[in-house]
């Protein structure tokens, strides 16, 4: 194809856009495609995420429907989700439906620092309807690359955890920070998508979709050169896209966020993500090929998360569990 200006309009044919563009590579697809033509012309927004396959439950590639809406991909939701599936599962705690999710609730109101980061998600059906009354559960590490309710010194912390309610236009918001690149993963943010808050509360409720946001090269570049973040400058030279383990098989197609804002005044990332509401997104927490290690003593991406910790997140990293390569300043 000698010019862009022969490439399909990904609105009104968007199969033969793909076509026409797949093998152009990711500085074409940055340069020119609009991740929300991608989705059936629905705006500027991110496409949401979870950490590190494994061999049970491994990406599955988004799918365009007759509709040209794309379907975000599936990932696992990796060794520390909170979510029940491996003892501990804070959805169900008092507090955990909350927009501003940068401090702990319960016994402890630490406040995470870091540049701040508004999230907003807008959560639609495979023909780009918004999903009104779904519930979103977003969790992320902080600017050291820690897992709250996991890591070492911050078991005790639930802080960049939280549930919110989609409302008539498919949309929740959560004020947060920029979370920190960790040793051996792409900078990302964890969620999953319920029918309703109920589902995602109950600590029974299907989840009906599990994936990962991926944050882009030229903003994680700025916000990591401020303070607290110097480890992530590091880990971030030894990772692309191309080869992290979770977006490397299509280079976060249908994850890969777009954030504006700057340090001074803090970002906003918006992500669309289309689901299939009757679907189902089985997931075994932990194992296999994640890949990446937060420092601090927690497990790596492949680590085994601690079992039987309170209800709330009380947890307990395992003994032995594999140690930082880098380790963040604070």
Known sequence: MSS????????????????????????FDLRTMSRRKMLGGLGAVFLLGACGSNSDETSTAGSTTSTGVTEIESE?????????????????????????????????TTTAEGVPLTIEFTVTDLTGAPLSGAAVYVWHCDRAGLYSL??????????????????ANGVVSFTSIFPACYTGRWPHIHFEVYS????????????RKTSQMALPEE?????????????SVSNMSQVTLEDDNVFGDDDAATELGTVTGSVSKGYVAKLTAAIDPEGTDAQASGGGQGGGTPPSGGPGEGGTPPSGAPSGGMGTPPSGAPQPTASASS
């Open 4 to 27: 862009d200006q022969q490439i399909p309009d990904p609105v009104t044919d968007n199969a033969a856009y793909v076509r026409a563009v797949h093998d152009k590579g990711l500085g």
């Open 76 to 108: 696992t939701n990796g060794p520390y989700p909170a979510d029940g599936t491996n003892g501990i599962d804070v959805r169900t705690e008092s507090g955990i439906v909350r927009s501003d999710i940068t401090s702990s609730f319960g016994d402890s």
């Open 150 to 167: 996991y890591s070492e010194g911050i078991t005790e912390e639930n802080y960049l955890r939280g549930i919110q309610e989609t409302d």
């Open 196 to 207: 309703s808050l109920e589902d995602a509360t109950s600590g029974e409720g299907t989840i």
């Open 219 to 231: 903003v994680n570049a700025v916000v990591y050169a401020t303070d607290g973040y110097s480890a």
